[in-house]
């Protein structure tokens, strides 16, 4: 069965400094993956996503993800890290063989931001 | 770029009543629509998948007589919560797939969610 894991439940970073977000799958063909970030009392807005082709990918933002089959990873990074990215951030993969592309999320990880 | 609308964004409700929420495709034709539900600090869980003009197929342990689905056309679902319990209490989010796309695997855009609280 699928599944996502995203290890870190809370990371700080102070406000320019870099950030990576981790990303695990498990899936048995090729996934399809996204990242999605939540504001509080929000629903949720595409970062980016992962179909095929080049495993670098850019997303909104500033975001980008690297898509890393032999360590079954998918991690977000953003070399400068705002104040309004302060949120929660969700990886999810995309459920396909006669599931109707319905998407299975990790628990997802707070980002907060110092000053 | 595609918006989903969600309505009510909260409601809050008296315990054995019924509450519907709607979830609307503004910009776009949407065949399939797909329901989750938020606990706090949890992630989403899928709990049904709605497809225009057809039964939503539910995910196990999600009871089908009590989350009422109806998929009425290609820009709007509804959720009715039926005879609500304090347990119901949660953050309701819906996503629409753009008719468009044809692959089971495009793009899913979300609404902003409903806060439902039974009390």
């Known amino acids: 069965a699928q599944s996502v894991t995203q290890p870190d439940i809370h990371i700080t970073v102070s406000e320019g400094a870099s950030l990576e977000l981790r990303c695990n799958y498990s899936?048995?063909?090729?996934?399809?993956l996204f990242w999605y970030v939540q504001s509080p009392g929000q629903g949720l807005q595409l970062l980016l996503k992962?179909?095929?082709?080049?495993?670098l990918v850019q997303g909104i933002k500033g975001f980008e993800a690297e898509f890393k089959r032999t360590q079954s990873s998918f991690n977000l990074r953003k070399p400068s890290v705002h104040w309004s990215d302060a949120a929660e951030y969700f990886c999810?993969?995309?459920?396909?063989?006669?599931?109707?592309?319905?998407?299975?999320f990790g628990k997802g990880t707070k980002l907060s931001v110092k000053p | 770029g595609a918006v989903v609308s969600q309505h009510p964004s909260w409601v809050i409700c008296k315990s054995g009543t019924s509450v519907k929420i709607e979830c609307r495709s503004l910009?776009?034709?949407?065949?399939?629509m797909f329901w989750y539900r938020q606990f706090p600090k949890q992630s989403l869980m899928l709990m049904a998948t709605?497809?225009?003009?057809?039964?939503?197929?539910?995910e196990q342990g999600v009871e089908k007589d009590k989350f009422l689905i109806n998929h009425a056309s290609l820009t709007l679902s509804t959720l009715t919560v039926t005879s609500a319990h304090p347990e119901d209490s949660s953050f309701y989010i819906c996503?629409?797939?753009?008719?468009?796309?044809?692959?089971?695997?495009?793009?899913?855009?979300f609404g902003p969610g409903t806060r439902l609280t039974v009390l």
């Open positions: 996503s629409a797939r753009d008719r468009q796309s044809g692959s089971e695997t495009d793009t899913q855009y």
């Open positions: 992962y179909f095929s082709g080049d495993t």
């Open positions: 899936y048995g063909a090729t996934p399809y």
């Open positions: 709605s497809n225009e003009g057809s039964k939503a197929t539910y």
């Open positions: 999810a993969v995309g459920a396909t063989g006669g599931s109707q592309g319905n998407l299975i």
């Open positions: 910009d776009f034709q949407a065949t399939t």
